[in-house]
């Protein structure tokens, strides 16, 4: 009763269970959790099947030549790929039966695949659950999947895939903001953010080594993730460590989105127009590509957003879609259908998503030009040409409130930023705050993030911290649970 009443609370807290889901699997590319299994546990036949989870290619994997366990383990991982990507509840009533059935065959299954693939089940369920906004049970199977990967770690301690699994549960966990962490205390959660980093570092290592090369992929997609979520590294990439995106649709998401982020969009949109694509439809391909496309001014990026309305099954990122086909037909001053897609923002599709809540957000304004245009250069890495734009107008010739205002100096900020002008950036963000006021929103936030950023790198940690500390003072707007990790793990680097 003490748990049910615990997760109870914690679900009026908010979205508590899907943000603890969320910063734990965001950690491994928030689309896919692949185990490998060393070269002595499991057979040939089970392992190769991996190859075919990558690229989607489903109806690939074999059906003979595998143990109970290993059929169990990978018709778990089948179920959850095609819910999660086709993104329709129906289909996931329809496998949920399936799925149960497999988690119970694993769960009475002895050994190391059985004990991994029972976290694992646990985990990809209420991945499941937490999507179709099931947040009490899917926080029961967080707190099961927990247990079992604790348990697994103590078990097989020198197991890569188990070491990285629990690795990222503490970042995920010891990431979060002191009340989150201190809800789910009381039903036996804790994180460890450094421990966690440690882990996933160790866990690659090890997966160099001859007897378990077949788990350097999904290693280093973590370590990767770790690097860029919680150490402040934007330069890790794939390719860093010899992985080749373009030949799997997920990979391909998580790098292009990576890349997309550093301001990186013609590399990104040209990822995904290479992307192999041979198994089951991923719809959010066309989804990306549109944002990024529309980003570089593309017709190309509007064609990939009406695939992605034609072709996706589900109600996520439908509101994010017509938010991005209304900035491309406003700049291309086509007034009736920038206005239909501006009205499709409320009519059409959910607000679950960040995405689609920022979208819901923005349509309730008017948009600025000037501020557009300027945020398009800035995400296209052409950050001179976005400050010269900018400063072509002085703020007040093109903003008419303080939020318009508050927008104009964090884009300021941000270009000083990436020009190392660092102490006019610093003071670009403090008038974006004070424009800003007491409106939560992700440029607040994030002009406070930057500001700690810039002085935690020349050594002023004091003031850095208390930067960080203000990030997590606000919580109501989209985006925010991405915003308290990372201002998280930057007060743990200044202690």
Not at 112 to 125: S, V
Not at 186 to 196: H, I, Q
Not at 375 to 380: I, M, S, T
Not at 423 to 445: D, P
Request: positive net charge; contains cysteine; charged residues 25%.
């Amino acid at each position: 009763m003490k748990v049910i009443a615990s997760y109870a609370h914690i679900q009026n807290q908010g979205m508590i269970v899907r943000s603890s889901l969320f910063l734990c699997f965001l950690l491994l590319g928030n689309w896919l959790v692949v185990p490998a299994q060393n070269n002595t546990s499991g057979s040939k036949t089970y392992r190769d099947a991996h190859a075919h989870l990558w690229t989607l290619n489903l109806q690939a994997i074999p059906q003979t030549g595998l143990s109970a366990v290993e059929q169990a383990h990978l018709k778990m991982m089948t179920i959850f790929l095609e819910v999660f990507v086709r993104d329709n509840e129906s289909v996931y009533n329809e496998k949920l039966s399936e799925f149960n059935d497999a988690l119970s065959q694993v769960k009475k299954s002895k050994g190391y695949i059985a004990d991994y693939a029972a976290a694992e089940g646990y985990l990809l369920r209420a991945m499941l659950k937490a999507k179709f906004n099931q947040n009490i049970r899917a926080g029961m199977d967080l707190y099961s999947g927990y247990r079992k990967a604790k348990s697994n770690y103590a078990t097989y301690p020198t197991a890569p895939p188990v070491i990285g699994m629990w690795g990222v549960m503490e970042c995920g966990i010891g990431s979060l903001p002191d009340q989150i962490q201190t809800y789910l205390g009381l039903v036996g959660f804790s994180g460890d953010l450094e421990l966690g980093m440690e882990l996933v570092e160790k866990a690659y290592r090890m997966s160099k080594t001859s007897g378990w090369k077949h788990s350097e992929n999904i290693l280093a997609l973590a370590l990767v993730s770790v690097k860029v979520q919680l150490q402040n590294d934007e330069r890790a990439d794939l390719q860093d460590f010899g992985i080749d995106a373009r030949k799997s649709p997920v990979m391909a998401a998580i790098e292009a989105k990576i890349l997309f982020d550093r301001n990186e969009s013609a590399q990104a949109f040209k990822l995904l127009s290479e992307t192999k694509t041979e198994g089951i439809p991923f719809p959010y391909l066309f989804y990306l590509q549109g944002r990024i496309g529309v980003t570089l001014e593309l017709k190309e990026g509007a064609e990939a957003l009406h695939t992605y309305l034609r072709t996706n099954e589900g109600t996520s990122y439908i509101k994010s879609t017509h938010r991005y086909l209304w900035w491309h037909y406003f700049l291309k001053g086509d007034v009736a259908k920038a206005k239909k897609h501006r009205e499709y923002i409320v009519s059409q599709g959910a607000s679950v998503t960040a995405p689609d809540q920022l979208a819901l957000h923005e349509a309730q304004d008017e948009l600025n030009e000037h501020l557009l245009r300027a945020r398009l250069l800035f995400d296209r890495g052409k950050i001179s040409e976005c400050l010269n734009h900018l400063t072509s107008k002085k703020a007040a010739e093109v903003c008419q409130n303080d939020q318009e205002m508050g927008s104009y100096y964090y884009r300021m900020g941000r270009c000083l930023q990436q020009l190392n002008r660092n102490e006019a950036a610093i003071n670009r963000y403090k008038q974006a705050v004070k424009h800003f006021g007491n409106t939560e929103s992700f440029e607040r936030a994030n002009s406070l993030l930057q500001m700690g950023r810039i002085l935690e790198e020349i050594n002023q940690c004091p003031q850095a911290k208390n930067a960080y500390q203000e990030v997590l003072k606000f919580k109501n707007y989209p985006f925010n649970e991405g915003q308290h990790q990372k201002a998280k793990a930057g007060i743990k680097r200044c202690k």
